[in-house]
């Protein structure tokens, strides 16, 4: 079974440019979520998906940060315009709907604004 | 709110040796609580859950956690660290899979 994949893995972009991440899910896993870990700190939740539909967005800066799962499947995560605040690790993961289990977590995208 | 707290940021144990990571929580309701291991460059992976029942909980690679509801602790246990044990471990409560927190994580370094 092929695990989260996310692209890129590493990206390096000025402030007040704009940046986009994706990530396809494991195959039939209808949650979808986004993490953002900055260094030295643990994940903190961005938009949580069920299938196409926002679950849980309260933690995404909506001014600068927008997200969407068109089709139910894969997702893009976009920063615009990106401050250097937002150098972090953006972690993708999904799980199966209603799962009690594990959340599958892809190997993340390494942001780096200067 | 719903929050995370592990003690330690950074703990050294020697190979062989036992090891203990403290993990304690606020949640509202009952918990659901999590550990999960995070290598260089890698995603997170599920060490262990617990959502009800006996209150030690095993997961995989020798790793087991005790949820005490009267300290409001999680705290993973391994009798013998390995080598390849040594990451970044971290603790997460949550309703089910919705609305995951988790904490700051502890850095594990074990020495040969």
């Known amino acids: 079974e092929a695990g989260v994949a996310q692209s890129p893995r590493y990206k390096i972009i000025e402030k007040r440019q704009s940046v986009a991440f994706w990530c396809n899910p494991i195959?039939?896993?209808?949650?979808l979520y986004w993490y953002q870990q900055i260094l030295g700190q643990g994940p903190k939740l961005l938009i949580q998906?069920?299938?196409?539909?926002?679950?849980?967005d309260s933690q995404l800066p909506k001014d600068r940060f927008s997200a969407e799962r068109l089709k139910g499947v894969d997702s893009t995560l976009k920063i615009q315009p990106a401050k250097l605040e937002d150098s972090a690790v953006y972690l993708c993961?999904?799980?199966?709907?209603?799962?009690?289990?594990?959340?599958?977590f892809g190997p993340g995208t390494r942001l780096t604004v200067t | 709110a719903q929050s995370v707290t592990q003690p330690d940021i950074h703990i050294t144990v020697s190979e062989g040796a036992s090891l203990e990571l403290r993990c304690n929580y606020s949640?509202?309701?009952?918990?659901?609580l999590f550990w999960y291991v995070q290598s260089p460059g890698q995603g997170l992976q599920l060490l262990l859950k617990?959502?009800?029942?006996?209150?030690l909980v095993q997961g995989i690679k020798g790793f087991e956690a005790e949820f005490k509801r009267s300290q409001s602790s999680f705290n993973l246990r391994k009798p013998s660290v390995h080598w390849s044990d040594a990451a970044e471990y971290f603790c997460?409560?949550?309703?089910?899979?919705?609305?995951?927190?988790f904490g700051a994580g502890t850095r594990l370094t074990v020495k040969p």
């Open positions: 993961a999904s799980t199966t709907m209603g799962a009690t289990g594990e959340q599958y």
């Open positions: 617990y959502f009800s029942g006996d209150t």
């Open positions: 998906f069920q299938n196409n539909g926002v679950v849980d």
């Open positions: 949640y509202g309701a009952t918990p659901y």
């Open positions: 195959s039939g896993h209808a949650t």
């Open positions: 997460a409560v949550g309703a089910n899979n919705n609305d995951m927190r």
